[in-house]
């Protein structure tokens, strides 16, 4: 999968949201958390297209993106990717830090175990 700068990602989780949009749906959508010119999106934009991360359509003289590649997808990609890298494909030394900086929530301990919990019925 092509790398994806951080901007560009939060241009493809705007776009996300909802789709087709239009690149000024897209600029509505990010100057909710950011104030970004209109330009320096449209140049996001345009370089998620060329790394066909989007595409677009023209219509009644507007362009209208759609994302090529799935949220979920390229979640679970760069997850593996991180994990991979920082720590060595091991997934335990990534929740370890996680609970020794006291970041877990109770939510997520429950989360946790009942996926542990699935993963040892189904694979015994």
Do not use: C
Request: proline share 2%; charged share 35%.
């Amino acid at each position: 999968m092509t790398e994806i700068s951080r901007a560009e990602f939060d241009v493809l989780n705007a776009l996300w949201e909802g789709y087709p949009a239009s690149a000024n749906d897209i600029i509505e959508r990010l100057n909710k958390q950011k104030d970004w010119h209109d330009k320096t999106v449209k140049t996001l934009l345009s370089r998620l297209v060329k790394k066909q991360a989007i595409k677009f359509e023209s219509k009644d003289r507007r362009y209208w993106y759609s994302p090529l590649i799935e949220r979920e997808s390229y979640v679970v990609n760069e997850s593996k990717s991180l994990i991979s890298r920082l720590f060595e494909g091991r997934v335990a030394p990534l929740v370890a830090g996680f609970a020794n900086d006291d970041a877990l929530s109770r939510q997520d301990i429950n989360e946790l175990k009942a996926l542990i919990e699935k993963w040892e019925k189904d694979n015994g």
